[in-house]
């Protein structure tokens, strides 16, 4: 994707934009090909040619996301910075993530929007309105629902108690066993994605203190879908159920930007 990073309005705020060229549908390509358009040659070898092509607009979309008013945090997310691994352990968690996690003001007040139906109603897939074991499910703004190969959707849960997964205990296999089961049934029922063919994960360190879990077609190399940050949900259930207290037992590795805070409460206590 491409950014920019912009003043609106001669204000002094700023906005994020990231410009995304859409997938290629494959029922599209014959007429990409029959169509005219402008084909620069770029390299021919033997059998082998290279052609830049300029395809009609109806077939050149280009998906745009804008974040605004964007903080300090939103532009040093989409900037190239080095990236290392963190190996947290619990004492590192309570010592230094979790305050570090109070002392922020992070606003997930989009995730309550969508859980009290003020905002993306008519985007939602699935709900299971119990309060303490239900959730929505809603495709991810990075999905434009036009093609099923880099289906993405996000499951919010209704509870507002849980921040991450260092959260969870054998009191949440409920819900979590809810948001496996029903949100494969209802990508199934609404898409016609089998289970066997999606990736179902949590992040950590989540990009938001609200625990949401991660849907994608197992063929796309979805952003965040790593080793190093993705907890697939079903070793989540199976890990919890052999011991309540797993999460807060083990080390967990996730990886850092430089330029973020997190990354510097690390260097300060001397864990890097």
Known sequence: FIFQRIGLSGEGTDAVVILEKTPFQEEKIPDLLKKPMNAE?????????????????????????????????????YLRQ???????????????????????????????NILEKKAETDRIVHENPDP????????????????LEDLYLIALVHRRDIKSLRDLTAEHLPLLRNVLQEGKEAIVKRFGVPSSQLRIYLHYQPSYYHLHVHFTALGYDAPG?????????ADVIDNLAMDSMYYQKRALTFPLRADEPLFKKFQEAGRL
């Open 41 to 77: 040659l770029q390299m021919h070898n033997d059998i082998y040619c290279t052609f830049y092509l300029s395809p009609p607009p109806e077939l050149s979309e280009i998906k745009a996301t804008v974040v605004y008013p964007a903080t300090e945090k939103h532009i040093q997310k």
């Open 132 to 147: 303490s074991n239900g959730f929505v499910l809603v495709p991810d703004l990075k999905w434009n629902q036009n093609q």
């Open 225 to 233: 879908s790593s080793v190093e940050r993705a907890h697939l949900l």
């Open 82 to 112: 080095e990236v290392h691994l963190i190996r947290e352990t619990w004492e590192d968690y309570k010592n230094i993530t979790l305050p570090f996690i109070h002392s922020q003001s992070f606003s997930i007040q989009w995730v309550y």
